[in-house]
Nanobody
Framework: QVQFVESGGGLVQPGGSLRLSCLAS??????????ISWFRQAPGKEREGVSC????????YYVDSVKGRFTISRDNAKNTVYLQMNSLKPEDTAVYYC???????????????WGQGTQVTVSS
């Protein structure tokens, strides 16, 4: 089973930027063959998919609330997916997770493996 370690979260002021990283291990196939998603969960709220990158990087998807502000990318040599987050807003505050999808698709159907998450707090 794929295992993930997310990092890069922190406290940032509104309008600031963060870059999240997602390192994968325990791969059953080449990292480039995985569709990888980022989702977030804020206290008391439903889990929300944010972005994904398909296998072979053929397709990238963002939810409307982050379009134009977030950028997902992948470094297959490092088994790492990144989420560059710019123009952050207080409503972006959440724990962010990266995950595989049970059907290996993007946009996601159902999240499968994910890590411990990284906290992002946007506040002045």
């Amino acid at each position: 089973q794929v295992q993930f370690v997310e990092s890069g979260g922190g406290l940032v002021q509104p309008g600031g930027s963060l870059r999240l990283s997602c390192l994968a291990s325990g791969l059953a196939m080449n990292y480039s063959d995985y569709s990888i998603s980022w989702f977030r969960q804020a206290p008391g709220k439903e889990r929300e998919g944010v972005s994904c990158i398909s296998s072979r990087d053929d397709f990238i998807y963002y939810v409307d609330s982050v379009k134009g502000r977030f950028t997902i990318s992948r470094d297959n040599a490092k088994n790492t997916v990144y989420l560059q987050m710019n123009s952050l807003k207080p409503e972006d505050t959440a724990v962010y997770y990266c995950a595989t999808d049970v059907f290996n698709i993007c946009p996601w159907a159902s999240f499968a493996s994910w890590g411990q998450g990284t906290q992002v707090t946007v506040s002045s």
